[in-house]
């Protein structure tokens, strides 16, 4: 059995849906009203864990589960304000509660992520940032405190690694692409549509499209069916360890990005213009991520080009595949 936690994310219903389809038994777990719900509908079992209650592990089974991913943690985008307290209860001692559960119960496969923000002062295109880069990050902003304790969390899982002979790998992730509900988020406290959802709502009504900035401005844009592979194929190795940059290994700029979304959505007839205003402010600093180790430990091979990403974007939004999910976390 596979254990998910935060198996009701964006991520997660993507990779339980996965795993499923490649024949895993599955334990989905979670704390919000509607995804009990949600997985039962699609008959997978599911369970109430809230991380930061060491007592809610107690509920789990103690025996049979093979691995965990671990998913669930506070994320700045995600709440219009938090304490510091906050992210150390859910992201720090709710990794513990996690990882004394699997140390305790045999369990020694563990895999979690990490954001890439804790290396954002290394950032580099050439060459890309490597898994290996040390930490660098601001100790200022919205994401200052997130970043302290997925440190910390990142930092337990290596210590289980050491002491406990466990096989952890964290996943350092950019911002991961696709049709879900996680298009407009929380930046400084304001709850705002990202960029890649401006340009996908501009060219499929055929608006004009502004780009803010520096339009060479280069991203590594990752798809979430390229980060499930990953999750998967790290849960089949017996070498992957440690850190890994789990990205498309490739940058675009936003140029290109613009370009690309026009291509595939404007509605035919209605080719949206692309205006460049480098007089409008874009603190977007320019990265690549080096994707080497995880390509070596086991085998990691992006599949989705960021023009094939919009295609299939497109391609699930039209199906509804996850209408349901999406509609049932606005209501949470």
């Given at each position: 059995?596979i254990?998910?936690?935060?198996?009701y994310g964006?991520?997660?219903?993507y990779l339980v849906?996965?795993?499923?389809r490649?024949g895993?038994?599955?334990l989905?777990?979670?704390?919000?009203?509607?995804?009990?719900?949600?997985f039962?509908?699609r008959?997978i079992?599911?369970?109430?864990l809230?991380i930061?209650r060491e007592?809610?592990f107690?509920n789990?089974?103690?025996?049979?589960?093979?691995?965990?991913?671990h998913?669930a943690g506070l994320?700045p985008a995600?709440?219009k304000t938090?304490?510091?307290?906050?992210?150390?209860?859910?992201?720090?001692?709710?990794?513990?509660?996690?990882?004394?559960?699997?140390?305790t119960r045999?369990?020694?496969?563990?895999?979690?992520t990490?954001?890439?923000?804790d290396?954002?002062?290394a950032?580099?295109v050439e060459?890309?940032?490597?898994s290996?880069?040390p930490?660098?990050?601001r100790?200022?902003?919205d994401h200052a405190?997130?970043?302290v304790?997925k440190?910390?969390a990142t930092?337990?899982?290596l210590?289980?690694n050491?002491?406990?002979?466990?096989?952890?790998s964290i996943?350092r992730l950019?911002?991961?692409?696709?049709?879900?509900p996680?298009l407009a988020?929380?930046?400084d406290?304001?709850?705002?549509k990202s960029?890649f959802?401006i340009?996908?709502e501009?060219?499929e009504?055929?608006?004009?499209?502004?780009?803010?900035?520096d339009?060479?401005?280069?991203?590594?844009?990752?798809?979430?069916k390229?980060v499930?592979?990953?999750?998967?194929?790290?849960?089949h190795?017996?070498?992957?360890?440690?850190?890994?940059?789990?990205?498309?290994g490739v940058g675009i700029?936003?140029?290109?990005?613009a370009?690309?979304?026009v291509?595939v959505?404007?509605?035919?007839g209605?080719r949206?213009e692309i205006?460049?205003?480098p007089?409008k402010?874009?603190?977007l600093?320019?990265y690549?991520?080096?994707?080497?180790?995880?390509?070596?430990?086991?085998?990691?091979q992006?599949?989705?080009s960021?023009?094939?990403?919009?295609?299939?974007?497109?391609?699930?939004?039209?199906?509804?595949?996850?209408?349901?999910f999406?509609?049932?976390?606005?209501?949470?």
């Amino acid at each position: 059995m596979i254990l998910v936690t935060g198996a009701y994310g964006f991520i997660g219903v993507y990779l339980v849906d996965e795993l499923q389809r490649q024949g895993h038994e599955v334990l989905a777990t979670g704390h919000r009203n509607a995804a009990a719900r949600y997985f039962q509908q699609r008959a997978i079992p599911y369970m109430n864990l809230d991380i930061s209650r060491e007592e809610d592990f107690g509920n789990l089974p103690q025996e049979g589960v093979e691995a965990v991913i671990h998913l669930a943690g506070l994320l700045p985008a995600n709440v219009k304000t938090c304490q510091p307290q906050d992210y150390i209860r859910i992201n720090v001692l709710g990794t513990l509660n996690l990882l004394e559960y699997c140390r305790t119960r045999g369990v020694r496969k563990v895999l979690s992520t990490t954001s890439y923000a804790d290396i954002l002062n290394a950032w580099s295109v050439e060459p890309p940032t490597a898994s290996e880069t040390p930490r660098d990050f601001r100790l200022t902003g919205d994401h200052a405190m997130y970043v302290v304790s997925k440190n910390a969390a990142t930092d337990a899982i290596l210590h289980y690694n050491a002491e406990y002979g466990f096989q952890g790998s964290i996943f350092r992730l950019p911002p991961v692409y696709g049709y879900g509900p996680h298009l407009a988020i929380y930046v400084d406290g304001k709850f705002c549509k990202s960029g890649f959802q401006i340009f996908m709502e501009k060219a499929e009504s055929g608006q004009p499209i502004e780009i803010w900035g520096d339009p060479s401005a280069v991203r590594d844009v990752v798809y979430v069916k390229d980060v499930v592979q990953a999750f998967v194929k790290a849960l089949h190795s017996d070498t992957a360890q440690g850190v890994y940059n789990i990205a498309s290994g490739v940058g675009i700029t936003l140029q290109q990005q613009a370009q690309t979304i026009v291509d595939v959505c404007s509605p035919q007839g209605r080719r949206p213009e692309i205006i460049l205003r480098p007089d409008k402010p874009n603190n977007l600093k320019s990265y690549v991520l080096d994707i080497s180790s995880a390509q070596r430990d086991f085998d990691y091979q992006p599949a989705y080009s960021f023009h094939d990403m919009i295609v299939d974007y497109g391609r699930e939004e039209r199906a509804g595949t996850y209408a349901e999910f999406i509609q049932s976390r606005k209501e949470v």
